[in-house]
């Protein structure tokens, strides 16, 4: 294959891959989303992961064609440029998503923590108060 062979080769597994890179962005925006609301996040987080793994299945199958383009030493033409630049883009937007998704576990974290020692200490209270009343002569 020729170089220029090769970069159309890497030209559309980019594509392939910004299409997956989309779908898992949305997720991970979706996941930072339903984590804040105290919604249920596993069904966003299978689907950001199965995007992921197919992007990866693409880059694989394209490793080939894209190294020796590489190899070649040219410069990337300004589709590639551009179809790269969209990459890192969603790249760093699905990273800013995750950060997000990240603080909001914790703070829901942090929120449950309170609610807890407040279940745990409601519940010695109970038992003690029954204590106390079980041991009331009648």
């Not at 989309?22 to 930072?32: D, I, S, T, V, Y």
């Not at 790269?84 to 950060?99: F, W």
């Not at 745990?120 to 209270?125: D, F, H, L, T, V």
């Given at each position: 294959?020729?170089?220029?062979?090769?970069?159309?080769?890497?030209?559309?597994?980019?594509?392939?891959?910004?299409?997956?890179?989309?779908?898992?962005?949305?997720?991970?925006?979706?996941?930072?989303?339903?984590?804040?609301?105290?919604?249920?996040?596993?069904?966003?987080?299978?689907?950001?992961?199965?995007?992921?793994?197919?992007?990866?299945?693409?880059e694989r199958r394209n490793?080939?064609?894209?190294?020796?383009?590489?190899?070649?030493?040219?410069?990337?033409?300004?589709?590639?440029?551009?179809?790269?630049?969209?990459?890192?883009?969603?790249?760093?937007?699905?990273?800013?998503?995750?950060?997000?998704?990240?603080?909001?576990?914790?703070?829901?974290?942090?929120?449950?923590?309170?609610?807890?020692?407040?279940?745990?200490?409601?519940?010695?209270?109970?038992?003690?108060?029954?204590?106390?009343?079980?041991?009331?002569?009648?």
């Amino acid at each position: 294959m020729s170089p220029d062979d090769d970069e159309a080769v890497f030209r559309q597994a980019l594509r392939d891959e910004i299409d997956h890179y989309r779908r898992a962005a949305a997720a991970a925006e979706a996941l930072g989303e339903s984590l804040r609301q105290g919604g249920d996040y596993d069904a966003l987080l299978a689907e950001m992961l199965g995007h992921l793994d197919a992007a990866a299945v693409v880059e694989r199958r394209n490793r080939e064609a894209r190294e020796r383009w590489r190899l070649a030493g040219l410069a990337p033409g300004q589709e590639l440029a551009g179809l790269l630049d969209v990459v890192g883009e969603l790249l760093s937007r699905m990273s800013a998503a995750l950060g997000e998704a990240e603080r909001a576990a914790a703070a829901q974290q942090r929120g449950l923590a309170p609610r807890l020692d407040a279940l745990i200490s409601g519940e010695r209270m109970r038992r003690a108060y029954g204590e106390v009343r079980d041991a009331r002569p009648d």
